[in-house]
């Protein structure tokens, strides 16, 4: 959720033992996820950075996006990945149709994060930073590959800390043949100000801040630690010359952060 650069604020808080964090304005990376997940005063949506009222009660929404895109999941004893799966409802929903469906499933985030995971079988857990621990990962699916794969509202914490080329390549190598990948809720910049320079933007605006004044929009600007419609389509690209076919593909408008996100689906033939 953090809209500030990590440089600006990186020891403005202790992550680890605050009770109250203003997600709106932390900056996160893999390293400060750790620290959120130790926190004993933050609910689980919070240890994932989520107030609650972004998460809570869509999780079954968005859990059936992530199985419409991930279509593989649909017949039993499959192998799925998930890359940042946090501990909260949506990872509990992925835990849950995987022992139904009799799934595989490699859980991969931080130790921290992962100990929020109850053991059970058929799954397995890589701790580490991705794609450091790539290998690891392909191990776990019995050197196979992933037949799905899941990455969702992880991509902007990668985007500050990682070569991003590198995360997609590797995940790529990770797919199996028809196997899919989503990577999903990314906020993007180029999405924001085009919903904000909109009728519906300005009045969504005004209500959400109890105010007249329009959103104030900037265009042609540097975008530090913000993804936009450039790096959308330089993944693609990138997904595509590596076989695979690719999409930038919508969410459900019913979700709160609809109208600013976007989800990658790579599909490998
Ligand atoms: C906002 S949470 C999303 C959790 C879950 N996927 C969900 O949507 O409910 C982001 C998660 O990604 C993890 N993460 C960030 N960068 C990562 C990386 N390079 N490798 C593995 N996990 C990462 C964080 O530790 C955190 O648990």
Redesign the pocket.
């Known amino acids: 959720m953090g809209s500030n650069t990590l440089s600006e604020n990186k020891d403005a808080v202790d992550l680890a033992t605050s009770e109250s964090i203003d997600f709106a304005t932390t900056a996160l ?2 390293e400060r ?2 620290q959120l ?1 130790k926190n004993p005063n933050l609910s689980p949506e919070e240890k ?3 107030p609650s009222q972004y ?1 809570v009660g869509y999780e079954d929404m968005i859990f059936a996006e992530i199985l419409g895109n991930l279509l593989t999941l649909k017949e039993p004893n499959k192998t799925w990945v ?10 509990d929903r992925v835990k849950k149709f995987a022992a139904q469906e009799n799934h595989n499933l490699v859980l ?3 130790k921290e ?1 992962l100990d929020l995971n109850q053991d059970q079988e058929g799954m397995i857990k890589i701790a ?4 450091e621990i790539a290998q690891d990962v392909f191990a776990a699916t019995g050197a196979k590959g992933a037949d799905a794969i ?5 991509l902007h ?2 985007y500050v ?2 070569n991003l080329f590198a ?1 997609l390549d590797h995940l790529i190598d990770l797919l199996a043949p028809r196997g899919a990948a989503l990577i999903g ?1 990314i906020p993007n910049v180029s999405k924001r100000k085009r919903f904000f320079s909109s009728e519906a933007g300005i009045a969504f605006h005004k209500a959400f801040q109890n105010t007249d004044e329009p959103p104030r929009v900037e265009h042609l600007v540097t975008e530090h630690d913000n993804i936009d419609d450039a790096v959308l389509a330089g993944l693609v690209r990138r997904a595509q010359a590596a076989g695979c076919n690719a999409y930038i593909v919508p969410q459900n408008d019913a979700l709160p952060m609809a109208n600013r996100r976007d989800d990658l689906l790579i599909r490998r033939p």
Do not use: E, H, N, Q
């Not at 998930?82 to 990872?91: A, E, F, R, S």
């Open positions: 990376d893999y996820f750790r997940a994932i950075a989520f998460r998930d890359i940042g799966c946090g501990c909260g409802g949506v990872t991969v985030d931080s994060m580490g930073k991705y794609p899941l990455c969702y509202s992880v914490y990668v800390d990682t995360f809720d």
